[in-house]
Every structure is written in C-alpha cells, then in structure tokens.
Nanobody, 125 residues
Framework: QLQLVESGGGLVQPGGSLRLSCAAS????????IGWFRQAPGKEREAVSC????????HYDDSLKGRFTISRDYAKNTVYLQMNSLKPEDSAVYFC??????????????????WGQGTQVTVSS
C-alpha cells in the first residue's frame, strides 16, 4: 500500500522556521514528482511548492519564493519543505502528494495521485 506521511508541523511564532518532511512507505519516491500543498480553514487547497522526480526542477508559489525551499533526499526516501520567516497567513494544513506521471513536471493538485493525511502548521504569537 502506497503511503505518504507528513511530519514536522506545529506551532511557531511569526518569523520562525519549520521543516516539514514527507516520507513514503511501500514505494520509492525516486520516480515521482512531489508536491506540497496547503489548505487554510475556509479556503481552497493551493500549491505551495513542487519538485521533479530527478530533483532538477522546482516550482514555488510566487508569494513564497525566498522563504520556502523544497528538497529531496533519495537515500532517505523523503522530501522536505524548509519554511522560514513564517507569517500568520502561512497557517494551514500542509499536505504532500506524489505525481506518478513524472515524465512531465507539473505543480497543480489535479496532477497528483497519492496524498498524505496532512500536518498542521500554526503561526501565531
């Protein structure tokens, strides 16, 4: 059974940092594009950042560039999202997802097949 498990969420003060992890069980992430998406209460789920299967291509929402960094560790079968200078508006449930159609790099929800359960990020003083 293919599973993605997010971790690393929590409560952080504005300006703080968190690193989210997306680990896979039951399959290797090597051949998948991986994306991070988030959903705040009352809002639609939105793309945060994605990374291609070979790690060469990345995409970020324009509003997040310079604050968030996506990376992957093939040896650990894990994808990370480093989030710096966090703002209250970054508060949301963060989901990681895998896109099995890795021949084309894309970063929108409809392209992603497998989803984790999400991890809560709350930015508040």
């Amino acid at each position: 059974q293919l599973q993605l498990v997010e971790s690393g969420g929590g409560l952080v003060q504005p300006g703080g940092s968190l690193r989210l992890s997306c680990a896979a069980s039951g399959f290797t992430l090597d051949y998948y594009n991986i994306g991070w998406f988030r959903q705040a209460p009352g809002k639609e789920r939105e793309a945060v950042s994605c990374i291609s299967s070979n790690g060469i291509s990345t995409h970020y929402d324009d509003s997040l560039k310079g604050r968030f960094t996506i990376s992957r560790d093939y040896a650990k079968n894990t994808v990370y999202l480093q989030m710096n200078s966090l703002k209250p508006e970054d508060s949301a449930v963060y989901f990681c997802a895998a896109d099995s159609f890795a021949v084309k790099f894309r970063c929108f929800m409809a392209g992603y097949d497998y989803w984790g359960q999400g991890t809560q990020v709350t930015v508040s003083s």
